[in-house]
């Protein structure tokens, strides 16, 4: 038993948004590496397994022994944990149904097809259909920005003027392709919002080494 949070994240995937969580909040945690979407790395991959069976990242093993898997979930377990940190609106906020609505729609909608996306023989065997699979994903991804972006009215941030673990999981989700320059064009009022968020000093150190 250890007294500190053991996250499974990797350079580049949806766990950095967890360690911005983790940053912000200055909670006391280690990061394991283990690199699920890289196939030439099997051994890094699996070294999640031991904490997801859906050998993925991120998951967050607690000093309790119980793990957290599931990114949305992950960050909003944060944020609650740590009101302190002012991450999430609180129950009864007028802002709380559309911050829950959109953390869903980022991990069900968005982030989920990037199981398609990274390895199309997944669903379609024959290598011939696998362009064509990741481009209509890629094109469906940016259409669901499209649609989030016409549906929130950002302040400086995402959902008004406070930065929530949404802004965390959109920046991190919205580097992924189409990556950002399609976000923009799709999402131009949550382009500014996602953009302070690069810049806050807390946090730039972190996109540079984990995102760069
Ligand atoms: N539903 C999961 C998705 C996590 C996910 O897709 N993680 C990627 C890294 S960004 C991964 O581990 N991919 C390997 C795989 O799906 O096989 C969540 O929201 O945490």
Not at 6 to 22: F, H, I, N, T
Not at 137 to 157: F, H, K, N
Request: with cysteine; proline share 8%; hydrophobic share 45%.
């Amino acid at each position: 038993m250890t007294d500190r949070m053991l996250l499974y994240s990797a350079k580049g995937s949806g766990g950095v948004a967890v360690e911005a969580a983790l940053t912000l909040i200055g909670a006391p945690h280690e990061v394991t590496d283990s690199y699920t979407f890289n196939p030439a790395t099997p051994e890094s991959g699996d070294k999640v397994l031991v904490a997801n069976p859906m050998r993925q990242v991120p998951a967050l093993a607690l000093p309790s022994g119980e793990v957290l898997t599931e990114s949305a979930a992950i960050l909003i377990w944060l944020a609650e944990a740590h009101p302190e940190a002012n991450l999430a609106p609180r129950p009864g906020d007028p802002t709380r149904g559309q911050f829950l609505r959109w953390m869903s729609f980022v991990s069900s909608a968005i982030y989920s097809l990037y199981w398609v996306k990274d390895d199309p023989s997944r669903l379609v065997p024959d290598p011939a259909g696998h362009a064509a699979l990741v481009e209509r994903t890629l094109e469906r991804i940016a259409w669901c920005w499209g649609v989030m972006d016409a549906q929130v009215s950002p302040g400086q941030y995402i959902l008004g003027d406070q930065l929530t673990v949404l802004d965390l999981y959109v920046n991190v989700v919205s580097r992924f392709r189409p990556r950002r320059m399609r976000f923009y064009k799709e999402a131009p009022k949550m382009a500014e919002a996602v953009k302070r968020v690069d810049a806050d000093p807390r946090l730039a150190p972190l996109w540079a080494e984990r995102m760069a």
